[in-house]
């Protein structure tokens, strides 16, 4: 259990880049993310089972940088990436068809999620005042934040489905995190998302090409 422990934790240095101590927790965490983040640009269905991985050495590593937000979004993770993994292999094998919701749902889908960024944005913002022992600091661009977050559900989501809108909200989610992060000062995580951005410019032109000409069976 102490070499576990010792594992995951933030001071177990791998090696040292450019000055900076990456620990093993840290590195695993990363590149898994990118293959996650690949693999499911190329639709591929390893995605979710490294994303299962991805979202364990994330939990870990928010929790010992006190991120409590991030750390228990990646709880949601973990679920999705189960959740994503049976939807795209049930009915004996057959892949989910990639599709599209249509002008009217994702209208709607923008809309709740604007709502919910407001609402998540207000919460976080009274945390100090409303558990002013455990949030001593105010938090940093709330509003942004909350989105990220509740945008990141919701593509998370969408992506399990297959449905195409997941990359086109990918891509504006690693935007925003790369003007956050780059603000946070925290660039080997905002070097990260601009990686995240190529790999979701990709999914965007790869899912929509094999939308516009697959012909298997849409399983709903």
Same mark, same amino acid.
């Given at each position: 259990?102490?070499?576990?422990?010792?594992?995951?934790?933030?001071?177990?240095? $791998?090696?040292?880049?450019?000055?900076?101590?990456?620990?093993?927790?840290?590195?695993?965490?990363?590149?898994?993310?990118?293959?996650?983040?690949?693999?499911?640009?190329?639709?591929?269905?390893?995605?979710?089972?490294?994303?299962?991985?991805?979202?364990?050495?994330?939990?870990?590593?928010?929790?010992?940088?006190?991120?409590?937000?991030?750390?228990?979004?990646?709880?949601?993770?973990?679920?999705?990436?189960?959740?994503?993994?049976?939807?795209?292999?049930?009915?004996?094998?057959?892949?989910?068809?990639?599709?599209?919701?249509?002008?009217?749902?994702?209208?709607?889908?923008?809309?709740?999620?604007?709502?919910?960024?407001?609402?998540?944005?207000?919460?976080?913002?009274?945390?100090?005042?409303?558990?002013?022992?455990?949030?001593?600091?105010?938090?940093?661009?709330?509003?942004?934040?909350?989105?990220?977050?509740?945008?990141?559900?919701?593509?998370?989501?969408?992506?399990?489905?297959?449905?195409?809108?997941?990359?086109?909200?990918?891509? $504006?989610?690693?935007?925003?995190?790369?003007?956050?992060?780059?603000?946070?000062?925290?660039?080997?995580?905002?070097?990260?998302?601009?990686?995240?951005?190529?790999?979701?410019?990709?999914?965007?032109?790869?899912?929509?090409?094999?939308?516009?000409?697959?012909?298997?069976?849409?399983?709903?």
């Amino acid at each position: 259990m102490d070499t576990v422990s010792h594992f995951i934790s933030l001071d177990y240095t $791998l090696f040292v880049c450019f000055g900076y101590p990456l620990s093993v927790l840290e590195f695993f965490g990363t590149s898994s993310g990118l293959v996650c983040v690949y693999l499911a640009s190329r639709n591929h269905i390893l995605t979710w089972p490294i994303g299962i991985f991805n979202s364990i050495c994330f939990f870990f590593l928010f929790f010992q940088i006190q991120l409590y937000s991030d750390m228990l979004l990646q709880i949601y993770f973990f679920g999705s990436s189960i959740y994503g993994w049976w939807v795209w292999r049930k009915k004996s094998g057959y892949f989910l068809k990639i599709h599209s919701l249509g002008w009217k749902k994702n209208t709607i889908l923008f809309s709740t999620i604007l709502v919910s960024t407001y609402l998540l944005g207000e919460f976080t913002f009274y945390l100090p005042s409303l558990l002013p022992n455990i949030f001593k600091m105010p938090p940093s661009y709330p509003y942004w934040d909350a989105f990220t977050t509740t945008a990141s559900i919701v593509a998370n989501f969408l992506l399990a489905r297959r449905i195409l809108e997941s990359w086109f909200l990918w891509v $504006l989610v690693d935007v925003v995190c790369i003007g956050l992060y780059s603000l946070k000062e925290i660039p080997f995580v905002t070097a990260e998302y601009g990686v995240f951005l190529l790999i979701a410019f990709y999914g965007c032109y790869h899912w929509y090409k094999e939308y516009k000409g697959s012909e298997l069976f849409v399983i709903d």
